[in-house]
C-alpha cells in the first residue's frame, strides 16, 4: 500500500546529498533569480529565507492544476489533507494530524486560519472560496500564534488575491465540463488617474448538476452553483503613501452530497445514490469590506494599517435519519458579522536588526439558530410527532493584541528570530433551548461570559549554508479559543449552559529544518521534521439522542493531549529547460497521550496511544510539468499529478469498521499556448475512476419500522473539462 510514497520518500531523502556534490561554493550554488516572494511572515521575502514549514502555491500552479477553489490545492501540500466528502461550503481541514472543526455550531471556531489579503475568515464556512483572482497562496504549518494569533494552532493558509495595476489588463477564461458544468470568469485592470488611481474588477459564475443521485425524488445532489467577484481600487497620492480598498461577494446555493444507505433502513444499491426525504440545501453568501494604507518612511520604516468588515451567513438541512421517512429533519442558520483592525510597524532598524510589531482587534458576533421536527408519522411516538425543538441565540468574541516579532543577526549567516504575542480576549453567550418531552430538556434564556489571556512565543534560529541554502531550529506556540457546544442538548442532567463551556486549547511545536533553491532555479527542496505536543484538546463524546439508531450529539470538555511526530519534504527538480519534476511527502504520527473519558460512567474509557481521528499518516504526490515550445508563438505542454493520502480512523476508538481506506488519484492535463496570451487546455481529475470512502458510519432511528442502517459516501468520481483563456 505504501510502496509509492516510500519511493517517493527515497528521492526526497537523497536530494540534499546531490546539492551537497556542488560544496558551499555561492557560485556553485547558484541562487534563483526567480524566487518565489512570500508574505508569511507580513513582509516581503524569498520562500527559502523564512524559517518555517511553508508551501506556496501561484497564479499559474493553479491554472495548470485547474482549480476552481482553495481546497483544490491540498493535495499539492504534505501534511496538509481535505476531508470534505465533495462539501465544498462545509470542509473540515487537517494539518499535521490537527483538524479544523466542520460543525456550524455557534460556540466553536477552527483550528485552521484561512486569511484573504490579510484578513482572517472568521468562520469555516468562509474557508473554501474560489480562486478566480488569486496571485498566490501560501499554506504555513505548525502553530502560527506569533504572528496570526488565535484559531491557527493547527497552521494558516492565506490567499493574496490580485491588485489593481496602472496598466490596462486582464483575463477571461470560459470552462465546459462533465455534468454540464459551467463556468465563466473574468478579470480587468488598469489606470483612472495616471500614477495615481487604478481599480481592477474581476467575477466568476459556475454550475454543475450533482453527481449524486436521491432516489426519493430522483433529483441530483452534490451540485454548484455559484456566482461571486471583487472590485479594488488602488491609490497611491505619493511615492510613500498607498491606500487599497476591496470589497467582495459571494453566494452559492448548493444541494450537499448525502450518504449512501447500503444495508437496512432505506438501503440502495448501486453507486453514487442516496435516499433521503429532506433537500440536503446548502447555502451560504459572504461578503467583505477591507482598506489597507502602507505608509513608507524616511526612516526605511513601514507603518501598515487593515480594517476590514465582513459578514458570512449559513444556511443547512440535514436529515439525522439518513432515510426516505420523515422521522426527524433538521436545520441550522448562522449569520455572523466581524470588523478587525491591524495596526502594523515593520522595518530595519540597521543591517543586522529588523523586525514586525503591531497591534491587532477583533469583535464577532454570530447568530445561531439550530432546529429538529419529528414527522406526523406513525413511526414516530404520538407524545413526538409534529413537535419542533430548537437552540437559538447568540455568540460574542472580542479580543485585544499585541505581537512583535525580530530577526536579528548576531553572527554572519545566523539570525536569531523572538516573536511574541499577548492576547486578551472575552466571549459571551445568549442563548435558549426549547426541548422535547422525554427527550431533550427546555433551557430558559441565559447568559454567560468568560475571557483568557495567552501568551504565545516563538524562538527560531536560522544558519545560512549558502546564500539561498539555510538550515533552520524553531520552537512555537499556538491556542484554539473555548467556547460552548451549542448543539442541541438532550441530558436532563444539563440544567444551565455554563456546564456546555469549555476552554482553550494549546499546541506547543518543535521543528527542524533545510531549504535551499539553487542552480538558479533548477533545483528547490525543503524538509523539516516536527513534534507537537498538543494539550487540553477540546474532544467530543457523541451520545444517541434516544438511546440508539444514528442521531448523535456531543458533550465536549477539554479531555485528552496528544502528541504528534512527523516530517515533511518538497523537492522540485528541473532537469531540463521544458520539464519539472516536484514531489511531495508528508508523515504525520498524531497520537493521544493521554485521554480517558469517563463521561459514560463506571469504568472510564482509555484512549491512550489511539490515533487521533481524521489523522492520515502518509501524504504524498508525485508531478511532472512538461512545456515545449513548437515555434515562436506555440507551445505544447502537459501535466500528470499523482496523489496519495494514507487511510485514517473516523472516531477516537480507532474502530476498524469506521476506518477510512488509503486513496490514490492521478490527475492530468495537456494543453497550447499561443503568443502566450490565448490558452486551451483539457483536464481530467481522477483519471482512473478510482471510488474509495470517504465516509463510512451508522445511521437511522431507534423507532418501530425505521431501525438503523449502514452508510458509505465515495470519492468524487472521474470528471473532465476544457478551458478556455485569454490574456490581454
Partial sequence: MHKFPFFLGAI????????????????????NDDAIVVTA????????????????????????????RLLDLANSVPNLVNISNGNDSLSLIVVRGVASQSRVNAGFDSGVGVYVDGVVQGKLYSFNQELFDTERVEFLRGPQGTLFGRNSIAGAISITTRK??????????????????????????GPVVNEKLAVSIGGFRTTRRGYITNVFDGRDIGNIDSVGGRIKALWRPNGNVSVLLSADYTYEDQLSPAPQPISGYGAVTGRYKTNTNLAPIAKRELFGVSGQIDWTTSADLTLTSITAFRTASSLRNNDPDLGPLQVVDSQKKQDQWQFSQELRLAGNLNPELSFVSGLYYFKQEVDGYAASTFGNISNVPAFL?????????????????????????????????????LTYERQTLDFLQQGFPFVAPSLPRETDAGSDTDFSPLVTLRYKLAPSVSVYATASRGYKSGGWNLDNVTSFSITSFKQLRFNREQLTNYEVGLKGDVLNGGLGFAFSAFQQNYGDIQTAKLVPVLGGGGALVAIVSNAASARIRGFEGEVSVRPFRPFTVVGTLGYADARFKDYRDATAGGTPLVYDGNRIPNSPELTASLTGILRVPVDERLSLGGRVQYSYVDGYFQDRDNSAALRIPSRDTVDMSIEAELDEKFRLAFNVSNVFNNQVPVFVGPGGFGFPGVGANQNLQLSLPRMWNVRGSMKF
Fill in 12 to 31: 526526497l531523502i537523497s536530494t540534499p546529498s546531490f546539492a551537497q556534490e556542488f560544496g558551499s561554493n555561492s557560485s556553485e550554488l547558484e541562487a
Fill in 41 to 68: 511572515r507580513k513582509r516581503n521575502e524569498r520562500i527559502v529565507d523564512v524559517p518555517l514549514s511553508i508551501s506556496a502555491l501561484g497564479a499559474s500552479d493553479i491554472e495548470e492544476k485547474a482549480s476552481l
Fill in 385 to 421: 410527532r409534529g413537535l419542533n425543538g430548537f437552540t437559538s441565540g447568540t455568540v460574542g468574541s472580542e479580543s485585544f493584541a499585541g505581537f512583535l516579532n525580530a530577526d536579528w543577526e548576531a553572527l554572519p549567516r545566523l539570525t536569531l528570530t523572538l516573536g511574541a504575542r
Fill in 164 to 189: 489593481p495595476q496602472f496598466e490596462f489588463g486582464g483575463d477571461a477564461t470560459a470552462q465546459l465540463g462533465s455534468y454540464d458544468e459551467r463556468r465563466i470568469s473574468g478579470f480587468l485592470t
